[in-house]
Nanobody
């Protein structure tokens, strides 16, 4: 049974930082591209960042470029999202997802999804 579990969300002031973690089990982690997506109330889901199965290729939404960094540790079945210079507009539920591909940023390619972790940025 595949499980994807996020952690690390919370309440932070604008300009602050958070590090999200995601652990995936029940799959061959090093064969999966991993992605972070977010959804704020009343807004469409947005692809935030994705990382290839070997960690060598990354994708960032324009809205987070230069502020967020994605990384992964295949030995630990974990992917991370370091979020710096947070803005109120970053407030959303953040989801981690796994795609059985070397690399993708297309939401439809992601097969397994976590339950999400809430990030709230106060002004």
């Amino acid at each position: 049974q595949v499980q994807v579990v996020e952690s690390g969300g919370g309440l932070v002031q604008a300009g602050g930082s958070l590090r999200l973690s995601c652990t995936a089990s029940g799959l061959t982690f090093e064969l999966y591209a991993m992605g972070w997506f977010r959804q704020a109330p009343g807004k469409e889901s947005e692809g935030v960042s994705c990382i290839s199965s070997n960690g060598l290729s990354t994708y960032y939404a324009d809205s987070v470029k230069g502020r967020f960094t994605v990384s992964r540790d295949n030995a630990k079945n974990r992917v991370y999202l370091q979020m710096n210079s947070l803005k109120p507009d970053d407030t959303a539920m953040y989801y981690c997802a796994a795609a059985p591909l070397r690399y993708s940023w297309v939401p439809a390619d992601f097969t397994y999804w976590g339950q999400g972790t809430q990030v709230t940025v106060s002004s």
